[in-house]
């Protein structure tokens, strides 16, 4: 009966760490697809192949074995950088971001309708 019960408590412990380490690689994933690489500012690090970028994975790998949280690390990254490693950003810029070019894009819309019109428009006979 104790085999049993050692042989059960050993799967669970099996299945736990793999469900773990399931998550703890989404979370990584998560991370290098949300920072910039600081190098040239056009990739995330997860995709990049510079020397910072493969620098930054392993970092995120070891702090992730740390126990550190998402936001622990991306604070950590936004200390050394600045705002700007964030692919998207946070707070009030990302309604900036994201408000301001539907906003642009919807008056375009408009002029563009009012413009077409008038050229359409007949001209009155004389």
């Not at 500012?41 to 949280?69: C, N, Y």
Request: glycine fraction near 6%.
């Amino acid at each position: 009966m104790s085999a049993k019960l050692t042989a059960l408590a050993l799967g669970i412990a099996a299945a736990l760490a793999a469900a773990t380490g399931s998550e703890t690689r989404q979370r990584q994933d998560k991370l290098e697809n949300s920072i910039l690489a600081p190098c040239c500012w056009a990739e995330p690090i997860s995709i990049h192949r510079s020397d910072v970028a493969v620098q930054m994975r392993a970092e995120i790998a070891r702090f992730l074995g740390e126990g550190k949280t998402d936001r622990e690390i991306l604070d950590y990254y936004k200390a050394r950088y600045g705002e700007r490693v964030l692919v998207e950003p946070e707070g009030a810029k990302w309604w900036w971001m994201t408000l301001v070019p539907v906003l642009m894009l919807a008056a375009g819309l408009v002029v563009a309708v009012l413009v077409l019109k008038r050229w359409i428009k007949p001209l009155p006979a004389s």
